[in-house]
């Protein structure tokens, strides 16, 4: 099909079908209005792929044998202000204003597990400890010396350990 202007598909049942050897593998589907992109053959996924300097890559797998689960071959980048939102409640968000970086927990807790070592490095050398938003203590790396303080009014600093069991 070669034509100068556009090319209208226009079926009044709401698909179009892509066939190999007599067997549907995919559709474009009008679903309430909604536009569908559809692999029909079980446990078949939905790839896009591109050109990138001279090399087919494939930039986005949908895996269907994992209930769609999103592969991406590089990043994923987001705008300023655009937000990561993961959980069925959004109760987990990860976004940047351009300026700062910003991790939200809506309930619960934020736990980090990883099989290595945590490191904080703040170029500004404070770590800064709150509770609601009210500041409790700070860690500060000086450039000879490390302390741990507490920024209440009269707030002790109290250090507990566990001493034969207790």
Request: proline share 1%; no cysteine; charged share 20%.
């Amino acid at each position: 099909v070669d034509v100068a202007g556009d090319i209208i598909l226009d079926a009044d049942g709401g698909d179009v079908f892509f066939a190999d050897g007599g067997t549907n593998i995919g559709g474009l589907k009008n679903a309430s209005s909604d536009f569908k992109i559809e692999s029909k053959v079980q446990d078949k996924d939905i790839k896009f792929a591109g050109n990138d300097g001279g090399s087919g890559i494939t930039a986005l797998t949908l895996d269907m044998s994992d209930a769609g689960t999103a592969i991406f071959n590089h990043d994923i980048t987001l705008p300023d202000n655009g937000r990561l939102v993961i959980g069925a409640g959004s109760d987990y968000v990860i976004t940047s204003d351009g300026t700062h970086g910003y991790v939200t927990v809506d309930n619960g807790n934020l736990n980090f597990d990883v099989a290595g070592d945590i490191t904080l490095d703040a170029a500004g050398a404070d770590v800064f400890i709150k509770n609601n938003g009210g500041s409790r203590g700070t860690l500060k790396a000086n450039t000879n010396d490390f302390t741990i303080g507490s920024t209440l009014n009269n707030g002790p600093m109290i250090f507990t350990g566990i001493d034969g069991g207790s």
